[in-house]
């Protein structure tokens, strides 16, 4: 069909082909890719995956390139950019939450999975992934979807290790 004079913007399908019910999650804007920087993912079902930006590859524009190896019915939930330092924050639906750095995760290849990122996740999921900078306190809001906020300071929360005790936070 023709565009609208009035229409915005071009329709992503005309840069690369997406699957049926494929959503975007997040978008990242980067000059260049650099071996400093990792990009942080987590998915429903509690796995976290630590990945370099120069893993990503600008070169084939007309097809998706898989960034994540996913199993079942798993979907990406949150995308963060690492300095090679943060904290990582996972929280699940349930009100918990997990704060470890980044190095507990060995940095993946593109095509790899993820490795487990709370403890006792049970039924629930992971909700979001949060990365505070090294040396920097910061403020978290925390919205249900029953409408409640929560803020919380970063600097209350335990560091523990990847899978050690989660903390109630909501």
Known sequence: TE?????EGVHLNNFATFASG???????CMQELRNDLYLGFLTKL?????????QLDFLKHS????????????????VQVLSGNSDLLVLTSNGNATLFNE???????????GVKSVAGIGKNSAVALVAVNEGESAKI???????????I?????TRTARL?????IC
Do not use: W
Request: charged letters at 35%; hydrophobic letters at 30%; one cysteine or more.
């Open 3 to 7: 565009n609208r004079f009035k229409d």
């Open 141 to 151: 809001v925390v919205i249900t979807d029953k409408g409640h906020q929560r803020v």
């Open 164 to 168: 050690g005790k989660t903390q109630e």
């Open 103 to 113: 190095n507990e995760l060995t940095p993946l290849g593109n095509k790899a999975g």
């Open 22 to 28: 494929e959503k975007i999650i997040k978008s990242i």
């Open 46 to 54: 509690g796995q976290i995956k630590r990945m370099c930006t120069d």
């Open 153 to 157: 300071n970063t600097r209350e929360l």
């Open 63 to 78: 097809r998706p390139v898989r960034c994540m190896r996913l199993l079942g019915d798993d979907e990406v939930v949150g």
